[in-house]
């Protein structure tokens, strides 16, 4: 068997004991919760560039927050929590993670299952070709089809206007609409436009799902680059710890929170919904399962929104595969926020009392409840970061 990574990943290998980060009660200048994206490069940029003591720590027994990849029993780099793809049209995002990681070039592709076809997403030239069974050899044609099927909208404010504006109410219902209500437990005219708005619609033959300049995977792993992220000696860690049990024992000056915001101010407002998923992982006696990374499952005949097999982003050659079923639903873990003017309502009430806290720094997906990818978050908590450090130079620096 063959994996990409030599040396398998121990996430404990990094865990400082209690004990000693309890040795030196005055020593944080900064605890850093979460050990995802958002908060592994606020610590790293925390501890290497302006040379804060920093504690990270996670309720999780690991880092690499949602981006957690692991090798399972059958040798395949799994992620724990659904298919991470990393794509950015960012220099310097791509940079600033380069120097954790060497990458694997990785296109992504998905294709959809529509009764016995499979079928290219985003909607492509091939989509409504072999959809329709039809021939269309242009750009123009494919946009011809697609113009006649359209409905105007007057204001595209919802993520059903954006799809049946650009492609009709037929491919809405047979793409969109079954698996957003799966994925969301909404209908898509309930949800803001900007969740579709992430799936384009192209009359080219392009099939991959994200055209960014850079799109590549960790080498070794997310788990692993994580871990080069945050090995540093002004850097200590804590895995499998709640904040709430922490935040006395581990005295600091500045705090960053990645966590929840609404979980932060003890839901004073009411709680701000978020969208959790069930991932079941499964392994199959075959060198392959199926042709693409991932198979999206529109139909409503089935509870899974999307089936991923691994082997394909890492390029691992072994006998079996593995792979990965998403049961999107309303309890667990909170993954997406959810994009509805009420929920940014909420948020915002959360916002002004985060504002008010100078010695508080909110960043990442759940505590500033962006439906942000990875590149994003990276985006954000360097902007953060940057904030933050003028904030503290001495004037003279400034
Ligand atoms: P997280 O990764 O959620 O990290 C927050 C961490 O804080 C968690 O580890 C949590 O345990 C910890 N924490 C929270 N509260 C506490 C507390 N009280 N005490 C201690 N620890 C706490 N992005 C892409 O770019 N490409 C993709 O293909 C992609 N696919 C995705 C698929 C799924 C199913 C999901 C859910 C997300 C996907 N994303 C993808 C988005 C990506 O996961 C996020 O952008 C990114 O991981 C967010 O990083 P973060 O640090 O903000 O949050
Ligand atoms: N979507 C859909 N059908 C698809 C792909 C996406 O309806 O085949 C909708 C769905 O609402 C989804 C959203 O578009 O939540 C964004 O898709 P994306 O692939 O970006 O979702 P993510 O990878 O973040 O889960």
Known sequence: MTTLIADSVACSSHVHPIASAGARPEAYDVMVVGAGFAGAVMAERLAADAGKRVLVLD??????????????????????????????NSADIFDYLSRFTAWRH??????????DKLLPVPINR??????????????????????????????????????????????????????????WGLDPSELDKSVTSRVPTRTNCDDRYFTDRFQAMPAQGFTRMFERMLDHPNIDLLLGVDFRDAREAHPHQHLVFTGPIDEYFGWCYGKLPYRSVRFRHETIDAAQYQPVAVINYPSLDVPHTRITEYKHLTGQQCAQTSITYEYPSA????????????????????????????????????????????????????????????????????
């Open 59 to 88: 309720r999780r027994p690991h880092v690499a927050g949602n981006a957690y990849d692991r090798f399972d029993d059958a040798g395949v780099l799994i992620h724990q929590y659904g298919p991470h793809i990393f794509h950015t």
């Open 106 to 115: 990785y296109e992504h592709r998905v294709l959809a299952v529509v009764d």
């Open 126 to 183: 091939t989509t409504l070709n072999r959809l329709y069974g039809l021939d269309l050899q242009t750009d123009e044609a494919a946009a011809a089809f697609l113009a006649s099927r359209a409905e105007p909208v007057d204001m595209v404010r919802t993520s059903e206007d954006v799809v049946i504006s650009a492609v009709g109410r037929e491919l809405y219902e047979t793409l969109f609409k079954g698996y957003s209500l799966k994925q």
């Open 331 to 398: 309890e667990g873990d909170p993954y997406y926020p959810i994009p509805r003017r009420e929920n940014l309502a909420l948020f915002k009430r959360y916002e002004a009392l985060a504002l008010d806290q100078s010695d508080v720094t909110f960043v990442g997906r759940l505590a500033t409840y962006r439906y942000y990818n990875m590149d994003q978050v990276v985006g954000q908590a360097l902007a953060k970061y940057r904030w933050l450090a003028s904030r503290w130079a001495k004037p003279e620096e400034r």
